[in-house]
């Protein structure tokens, strides 16, 4: 269960039902952790504050219930956060999780299956690069984040070409900085979109500082973007 000394964070977030499925969800990234290592964070605070409490923060600071009812994008999922914790606390919406990695995929079907959310919750094997270039989900999300895949710069190539225009990206990162304000801007003035907003919290427990940058489309991206395989990485916009 939750640390007690840290139950006080979740308070009118997390209600008994989705503790539960937090608690199962662990269970099976312990299980699974065993012979795929997927993510180091799963034990104690690591796991409640570094995981959960990382991933939902920006969805409930100053939401009102616009979070709710969407469908959303989490763009190199990984071991599925923060793409499962927004599934368990917005159990009206539709979840895509996108990752090139077969390891981790399968490990994301097992525990979506784990934790009965397969009905809403779907697992894509396939490069963004390519997947944002399919007409059937392209300009389609709601909402689209990345967390710990690469720099802003990077990421918001990923994830502009996703939403719709009235649609929301949230790119989570650490510190922040000025100049990695400018360099974002930049892309985003290519891509056809800003900086709607910047919120930092500092995490319980010393956990250290969060920053997530939210982005909108100013109107549709031009179809030349994502670039081809390996591109936004090796030389960011």
């Known amino acids: 269960m939750i640390p007690i000394i840290h139950s006080k964070y979740f308070e009118n977030i997390l209600n008994e039902e989705q ?3 937090f608690v199962t969800l662990q269970k099976t990234l312990k299980k699974l952790n065993q012979f795929s290592n997927l993510t180091k964070l799963i034990d104690g605070d690591d ?3 570094s995981q ?3 991933s939902i923060w920006p969805f409930f ?3 009102k219930g616009y979070y709710d009812r969407k469908k959303f994008i989490d763009i190199g999922s990984g071991c599925g956060f923060p793409g499962l914790a927004y599934a368990i606390t917005h159990p009206y919406s539709q979840i895509y999780l996108i990752d090139s990695s077969e390891k981790k995929t399968n490990a994301l079907k097992k525990i979506v299956a784990a934790i009965n959310l397969e009905d809403r ?3 894509i094997k396939e490069r963004i690069e390519e997947f944002g270039h399919n007409s059937l989900f392209r300009n389609t999300f709601d909402i689209g984040t990345t967390r710990a895949v690469s720099s802003p710069s990077t990421v918001s190539e990923y994830i502009l070409p996703m939403l719709k225009e009235e649609g929301l990206g949230l790119i989570y990162c650490g510190k922040w900085k000025l100049e990695d304000q ?3 801007e930049k892309t985003l003035h290519i891509l056809k979109g800003y900086i709607k907003k910047i919120k930092k919290t500092s995490l319980p427990a010393g956990k ?3 920053h997530v940058i939210y982005i909108k489309p100013i109107r549709k991206c031009s179809e030349l973007y994502p670039r081809s395989l390996g591109k936004p ?3 960011p916009l």
């Open 52 to 54: 959960i409490y990382d």
């Open 47 to 49: 796991y409640w504050i």
């Open 208 to 210: 250290g500082e969060r």
């Open 121 to 123: 919750v779907f697992v």
């Open 61 to 63: 600071i100053d939401s």
């Open 233 to 235: 990485a090796k030389h």
């Open 19 to 21: 503790i539960e499925i």
């Open 182 to 184: 400018k360099k974002l």
